[in-house]
C-alpha cells in the first residue's frame, strides 16, 4: 500500500506472548494539512495463512496486513501503540494528551475522535514512548518537562523538569530493559539518566518489570538460536549465479540489436553523415582558429569561452543556469548583510546608544601612555526614583534628629549638663578628635568626597544596625560612585579637547614648516601627530573607503551616468568661464594670483641679460654699464637671499622646538591626569569595597533568618513528635500496669499449686516424696528450673528481646509452650507409678501434674508477654528521651543563633584609611590577617612614644655621663702608664751611659766626625743590601712554607676523610659482631666452635682496624703540630728580651 504525504512518525507494539506475537505498527503522515494514521499488522506463523490482505514483498514472502487508515479532527504529535485498539498522541494546538480508540477492521472512512483528553505540556509539539513492558508511558516537549504515567491510568502524570526551555527543551526519551532507568536529551545535546526511587510497592513493579525482561530476552536468545540452527542447515540457492547469467544473456541481445539498428542506419544515410562530418569539421576550425586569435587579444578585449558555445540551446540553458546561480548567490548576501546589519544595529542599540558616556581614551605624544574614562551606561528611571525615594527619606530622618536635638536640649545652666556624658558623647567627641588630629576621611573608609563623591546623606558606618539602613547606604554609595566618575569625565573631556585644539594648533605650524622645508629644499622630517581610532571611538561606527581593500564594483550602466555626469559638468563649466581675457591675463602673467609671494621671488634666480653671455672686450660702454648694475642687482639679491634664508631656518627651529614643547607641556597635563585616575580608581575601589561588605552582612543576615526559620519548623515537627511520643509513653505504662497484676496472679495461683500438692495426696503418704519428685518432673527439653521467680522470667525475656520485637513465644500464645501430649503420656505410663500406689491415686497425680505443667507453661508465657510489653516501654521511652534531647539541641541551636545574630547586629565591621605607619601587622605573604588585632587611639600610641623618648633619652644621657666618667679613668691610667715606661726607659739609657767602654774605634769616631759618617753611610748601604737579600729569601722561604702547609692540610683533609669512611665501616662491623653475637646465643655454644676461626679473623681485623685508626690519628696530630709551628714561623713575634 502507498501512504500519500509526509511521513511524520512510526510506531510499534508486540502483542501476545510466545510464538503467538502479533506485532502492529503505525504510520503518522501529514498530507493536506491534515494528520492521518495508517496501521499494519505483521501475524505470527500460526495466523498469516488464515489473515486476508496479506501484502507481498519480491521475495514473495509475507510481510504485512493493512488494517485502517484514519484521520484526525486535528493535528497530532508523538504518536504511540498502547493496544491493538487504543493510541495516544499529543494535540498540536490544544498541547493535551490525548487518546484514541482504533478501528477494528477495514471501514469507510472517518475521523478519529479522541477517546479522552489529558493535560500535558506547556509548549506544542514533542513525542512519547511506551516502555518495554507497557506499563509506564513517558512524554517530552520543548517545554523541557518530562512526564510519566501509568499506561492503563493516564490521569495521574508525575512531572519532572529535566532541562530548560530556552535551550530547546527535550528532544529524545528512551527506558532501559527493566524501565528502571530513563534516557532525555536537549540541551543542544545534553544527555540526562534518571532513576526511580523505588518504595515497597515500587521494589515490586521493579521486580515483575525486571522478571519481563528476563523472559523477553531469553525469548530472543531461543528464537535466534532455532533461526541459526535453521539457517546452518539450509543447503545455498543458486538464485543469484541464474539471476546473473539471466542478466549477462539479456545485455548481450540488447547489444546485438542496437549493433544490427545502428548498422542499417550506416548503409541508408552514409552520405548525408560524411557531408554533415565535413561541414563540422570545417566548423570546428574555424571555431578553433577564433579561440587561438581570441587567446592572442588584451584581457580586457578576450571573450569568454562560453561565447563560442554553437549550440544556442545548451548557450542559453547555461546563461540560464547562471543567472540562477547569481540570483541565488545575491539573495544569500543580501540575507546575510541583512543578518549582520540587525545584529550591527542590536550591538550597537545595546552596548552604543543606550551609553551615556562612552568609553574613550587619550594617550601621550612622546611616551606610550594612555589614560581611559570612565564608560557610563543611562541610569533606569526605576533606579533615579528608588535613588530620590532614598534620599527623601534620609533628608527627613536628617531634619527628625535636629528636630529632636532641639527639643531635647537641656537648659544650659542646669546641674544636668555636668553629668551627662555617656558612651555616644564619648565616641562623638572621640570622632571628633580624630578628625581634627589627623584625616577627615578616616572614619568615613574612603577618599570619595575629595572627587566628586561627597553625600551629606550618608550615614555613619557606626549607624548601620538595620537591614534598611544598609540597602539605603549601598544605593547612596552607588550614587556616590556614579559623581566621582562623572567628576573625572569632566577632567578628562577637557583634557581631550585640549588635545584636539592642540593637534590643531600643530597641524597649522605643520603648515608653515612644510612650506619652509619646501623654499630651503631641507629633508627634515615633519611631526605629525593624529588621534588614534581608540581617542575617536565614533570612528569605529564609519567605515572609511581606505579601509576597503576590495576594488569597487561598479555596473557598466553606472560607469557610463558618471562619465555623462562628468562631461555634462565639464561642459558647463567652460561654458560659465567662456573667453574671458582678464582670467586667461592673470594665469599667463601671474601664474593665477594677484598678490604676489616675496620668498618665492627670493627664492628665484635672476635673468641674466643676453649680452652679458659675450666676451667683456666685445661689449660696448652701455652694455659693461648695464652688466657691472646687474652685478650690483645680483649681489644686493644673492645677500636679501641669504638673510631670508637664515631667518626661515630661524624660524623653522622655533617652530619645531614650539611644537616639541607644547606636546611636552600636554604630556605633562596627561600625566597629572593619569595621576587623578588613579586617586579616582583608589576612591572608587573604596566605596565598592564598603558596598561589598554591606553585601555581604546582608547576605549573612539573610542566612541566619533562613537558618532560624529552618530551625523553628524543626523546632515545631519535633514538638509535635513529642506530645505523640509522650501519649504512647503514658499508654503503654497503663497497659505495662495492667498487664503485671495478670502476671503476679498468674504466679500465685502456680504457686498455690505447688503449696496444695501435699494437701491432696496427705492419703498417700509412704509415696509423698517420690510422688513429688515425679511432680516436679518434666519431659526432656521442657524441663523447669523449681519454682522460677519473676525477676528472673523477666531479665531473661528483657535480654531476649532488648530491641522491642515481638517475640515468638508472645506471638504464637501460651500453647508453643506446653509440651506435647506424646512426651506427657511417656511421663503418665503406669510403667513411672510407683509400687503399691492405687490406680485411682496414680490418675488423680497425673491430673494434678498436667495442671501443674499447664499452670508453669501460662506463667513463662505471661512473663515473655510481660517483658515484651516492658521493652517496648523502654524503647518508646527512648524515643521519648531522643526527640527531648534533639528538642533540647535546637533550643541551643536556636539561642547561639540568635546570640550570633546579635553579636553580628552590634559588632559592625567598619572601614578605615590608615596612614602608612600606623599598621604595626605583620603583612603576611598577602594579606594582613586582622583576627587578632586591637584599633587602638592615636593619642595613646604618641602618649606611649613620649614616654619612650623620654626614658630613652634619660638612659643615653646617664649612659653618655658612665662612658665621660670611665673615659677619664681610663686617660690616666694610660698616662700613668706611659710616665712609667718612660721612666724605664731613661734608666736603662743612664745604665747604658754609665756601662758603656770607650773603645779606640770611639774615640777615633768621635774625633773624626766627618770619616765616621761616611762610614756609616757605608755600612748603612751593606746593611740595606743584606737587609734586602734576607727579606727575599725571607718572602722565598714564606713561600714554600706555604706551599707546604697546603699539602699538609691536603693530606689531613684526606685523612680526616679517611678515617671517617674507617669510623663507618667500624660502625658496620661493630653492628655486624653484635648480631653475630645474637645468633651465636640463639644458636648456642656447638655453633660458637664451628664457627671460632672466622670469629677469631674478625676480632684480628678489628683489632688492626683499631691500631690503623690510633696511628693515623697519632700522624693527624703531629701534621697538626708541624703546622701550627710553621705558621707561628711566619709571623714574627716581638718579645721583650731582659
Not at 511521513?7 to 505498527?25: H, K, R, Y
Not at 538595620?466 to 566621582?484: A, G, P, R, T
Request: hydrophobic share 35%; with cysteine.
Amino acid at each position: 500500500m502507498q501512504i500519500s504525504g509526509d511521513l511524520l512518525e512510526l510506531s510499534v507494539l508486540a502483542t501476545g506472548q510466545g510464538d503467538e506475537d502479533d506485532t502492529i505498527f503505525s504510520v503518522l503522515s501529514q498530507h493536506g494539512g491534515k494528520t492521518a494514521i495508517t496501521v499494519f499488522q505483521i501475524p505470527n506463523k500460526s495466523s498469516e495463512q488464515a489473515v486476508p490482505g496479506l501484502c507481498e514483498d519480491a521475495t514473495n514472502r509475507l510481510s504485512a496486513v493493512f488494517t485502517s487508515k484514519r484521520e484526525f479532527t486535528e493535528p497530532v504529535c508523538g504518536l504511540t501503540l498502547l493496544s491493538t485498539t487504543h493510541a495516544v498522541a499529543m494535540v498540536t494546538s490544544t498541547k493535551m494528551l490525548a487518546k484514541f480508540t482504533l478501528p477494528t477492521a477495514v471501514a469507510a472512512q472517518q475521523e478519529l475522535v479522541p477517546h479522552s483528553m489529558h493535560s500535558s505540556h506547556e509548549l506544542a509539539g514533542g513525542l512519547t514512548k511506551l516502555s518495554l513492558n507497557q506499563k509506564l508511558l513517558g512524554s517530552v516537549a520543548p517545554d523541557g518537562k518530562l512526564i510519566m504515567r501509568l499506561a492503563d491510568n493516564l490521569d495521574r502524570p508525575l512531572l519532572l523538569n529535566c532541562h530548560h526551555h530556552s535551550r530547546g527543551g527535550c528532544d529524545g526519551l528512551a527506558f532501559s530493559s527493566d524501565s528502571y532507568r530513563i534516557l532525555t536529551t536537549g540541551d543542544n545535546g545534553t544527555l540526562s539518566c534518571w532513576e526511580w526511587e523505588l518504595t515497597a510497592h515500587g521494589n515490586i513493579k521493579a521486580s515483575q518489570a525486571a522478571e519481563f525482561n528476563a523472559k523477553l530476552v531469553q525469548r530472543l536468545e531461543s528464537s535466534q538460536t532455532a533461526e541459526n540452527i535453521a539457517l546452518a542447515s539450509m543447503s545455498p540457492l543458486p538464485l543469484q549465479a541464474l539471476d546473473a547469467e539471466q542478466e549477462e544473456g539479456t545485455k548481450q541481445w540488447l547489444q546485438h540489436v542496437i549493433e544490427e539498428t545502428r548498422q542499417a542506419e550506416d548503409g541508408k544515410y552514409s552520405e548525408a553523415k560524411s557531408k554533415l562530418r565535413q561541414e563540422l569539421s570545417s566548423l570546428r576550425e574555424k571555431v578553433m582558429a577564433m579561440i587561438a586569435a581570441n587567446e592572442l587579444l588584451p584581457a580586457i578585449e578576450q571573450l569568454e569561452r562560453r561565447e563560442f558555445i554553437l549550440d544556442t540551446e545548451e548557450h542559453k540553458r547555461l546563461q540560464a543556469e547562471e543567472d540562477a546561480y547569481i540570483q541565488e548567490v545575491r539573495e544569500e548576501i543580501e540575507l546575510s548583510n541583512l543578518t549582520k546589519m540587525y545584529l550591527r544595529d542590536k550591538i550597537k542599540r545595546d552596548c552604543w546608544d543606550s551609553m551615556k558616556v562612552k568609553g574613550k581614551v587619550v594617550k601621550a605624544f612622546q611616551s606610550k601612555l594612555e589614560v581611559r574614562n570612565y564608560a557610563l551606561i543611562h541610569r533606569r528611571e526605576a533606579t533615579l526614583n528608588e535613588l530620590e525615594r532614598i534620599k527623601t527619606h534620609r533628608r527627613i530622618e536628617l531634619a527628625e534628629q535636629e528636630v529632636r536635638k532641639l527639643v531635647s536640649r537641656p537648659d544650659p545652666g542646669a546641674s544636668a549638663v555636668e553629668d551627662r556624658g555617656g558612651a555616644g558623647e564619648e565616641e562623638a567627641e572621640g570622632k571628633q578628635e580624630v578628625k581634627e588630629q589627623g584625616d577627615p576621611d578616616a572614619l568615613k573608609g574612603s577618599h570619595g568626597s575629595r572627587y566628586g563623591g561627597d553625600c551629606d546623606l550618608l550615614r555613619d558606618q557606626f549607624e548601620l544596625y538595620s537591614l534598611v539602613s544598609k540597602k539605603q547606604q549601598m544605593c547612596l554609595l552607588q550614587d556616590c560612585i556614579y559623581h566621582i566618575k562623572e567628576t573625572f569625565n569632566k577632567e578628562f573631556d577637557d583634557v581631550s579637547k585640549a588635545k584636539e585644539a592642540e593637534i590643531t594648533r600643530i597641524m597649522e605650524k605643520n603648515a608653515r614648516i612644510r612650506k619652509i622645508v619646501k623654499d630651503l629644499k631641507l629633508s627634515e622630517s615633519i611631526v605629525e601627530p593624529t588621534l588614534d581610532p581608540t581617542e575617536q571611538p565614533e570612528s569605529f561606527l564609519t567605515v572609511q573607503d581606505s579601509e576597503i581593500k576590495a576594488e569597487k564594483y561598479i555596473p557598466p550602466e553606472e560607469q557610463k551616468r558618471l562619465q555623462e555626469a562628468a562631461l555634462a559638468e565639464e561642459k558647463k563649466r567652460l561654458a560659465e568661464i567662456g573667453d574671458n581675457p582678464r582670467e586667461r591675463a592673470l594665469e599667463m602673467m601671474m601664474y593665477g594670483r594677484l598678490e604676489a609671494n616675496a620668498e618665492e621671488e627670493l627664492f628665484k634666480d635672476l635673468a641674466r641679460p643676453d649680452f652679458m653671455q659675450k666676451d667683456p672686450a666685445e661689449m660696448t660702454e652701455d652694455e659693461i654699464r648695464m652688466a657691472k648694475e646687474f652685478e650690483k642687482k645680483e649681489a644686493a639679491f644673492l645677500e636679501e637671499r641669504e638673510k631670508l634664508k637664515k631667518a626661515l631656518e630661524a624660524e623653522f627651529k622655533k617652530l619645531q622646538s614650539s611644537i616639541v614643547q607644547s606636546m611636552e607641556q600636554f604630556d605633562e597635563r596627561l600625566h597629572k591626569l593619569f595621576e587623578l585616575k588613579i586617586r579616582t580608581e583608589t576612591a572608587v575601589l573604596q566605596e565598592e569595597l564598603k558596598i561589598l561588605r554591606l553585601a555581604l552582612a546582608l547576605m549573612v543576615e539573610e542566612e541566619v533568618a533562613m537558618k532560624e526559620e529552618v530551625l523553628n519548623q524543626e523546632l515545631e515537627k519535633k514538638k509535635v513528635a513529642k506530645a505523640d511520643t509522650s501519649s504512647a509513653v503514658s499508654s503503654a505504662k497503663r497497659h505495662v500496669e495492667d498487664y503485671r497484676e495478670v502476671y503476679d496472679r498468674t504466679q500465685a495461683e502456680d504457686r498455690e499449686l505447688d503449696k496444695t500438692f501435699k494437701k491432696d495426696f496427705s492419703d498417700c503418704e509412704p509415696y509423698l516424696e517420690q510422688l513429688y519428685k515425679l511432680y516436679r518432673k518434666r519431659p526432656r527439653g521442657q524441663r523447669l528450673k523449681p519454682a522460677p521467680s519473676e525477676g528472673a522470667l523477666l531479665q531473661e525475656a528483657i535480654s531476649q528481646n532488648s530491641s522491642g520485637e515481638r517475640p515468638p513465644s508472645a506471638s504464637l500464645g501460651g500453647g508453643a509452650l506446653r509440651p506435647s501430649d506424646d512426651l506427657m503420656g511417656e511421663l503418665d505410663h503406669l510403667s513411672n507409678m510407683p509400687e503399691g500406689l492405687s490406680l485411682s491415686a496414680w490418675e488423680r497425680f497425673v491430673a494434678a501434674r498436667r495442671r501443674k505443667v499447664e499452670s508453669e507453661q501460662k506463667v513463662k508465657a505471661t512473663a515473655l508477654k510481660l517483658a515484651e510489653m516492658t521493652a517496648f516501654l523502654k524503647k518508646r521511652q527512648a524515643e521519648d528521651e531522643s526527640i527531648q534531647s534533639m528538642i533540647q539541641d535546637t533550643f541551643r541551636q536556636l539561642n547561639k543563633l540568635q546570640d550570633d545574630k546579635m553579636v553580628f547586629d552590634l559588632n559592625l565591621e567598619i572601614q578605615f584609611l590608615l596612614k602608612q605607619g600606623q599598621i604595626e601587622v605583620d603583612p603576611g605573604e598577602f594579606v594582613p590577617d586582622f583576627s587578632d588585632s586591637v584599633l587602638i587611639h592615636r593619642s595613646a600610641v604618641e602618649e606611649l612614644n613620649s614616654q619612650i623618648k623620654s626614658i630613652g633619652e634619660a638612659k643615653l644621657s646617664i649612659m653618655t655621663e658612665a662612658k665621660d666618667f670611665k673615659k677619664g679613668i681610663y686617660s690616666l691610667k694610660w698616662e700613668l702608664k706611659r710616665l712609667l715606661m718612660l721612666e724605664e726607659d731613661l734608666i736603662e739609657k743612664a745604665k747604658d751611659i754609665q756601662m758603656l767602654k770607650v773603645t779606640k774605634e770611639l774615640q777615633h769616631r768621635l774625633m773624626d766626625l766627618d770619616h765616621s759618617q761616611e762610614k756609616d753611610q757605608r755600612d748603612i748601604a751593606a746593611l740595606e743590601s743584606a737587609l734586602e737579600l734576607v727579606e727575599k729569601t725571607h718572602h722565598n722561604n714564606v713561600q714554600e712554607k706555604k706551599r707546604t702547609l697546603s699539602k699538609y692540610q691536603s693530606q689531613v683533609e684526606a685523612m680526616e676523610d679517611e678515617n671517617k669512611n674507617k669510623e663507618k665501616e667500624l660502625l658496620e662491623l661493630w653492628l655486624m659482631v653484635q648480631e653475630r653475637k645474637g645468633i651465636d646465643k640463639l644458636a648456642g655454644l656447638p655453633a660458637a666452635e664451628v664457627n671460632r676461626e672466622r670469629r677469631m679473623g674478625e676480632i684480628v681485623t678489628r683489632r688492626r682496624m683499631v691500631d690503623l685508626v690510633k696511628s693515623q690519628a697519632q700522624e693527624v696530630t703531629v701534621l697538626r703540630t708541624e703546622v701550627e709551628r710553621l705558621r707561628r714561623r711566619t709571623f714574627p713575634a716581638l718579645v721583650q728580651i731582659d
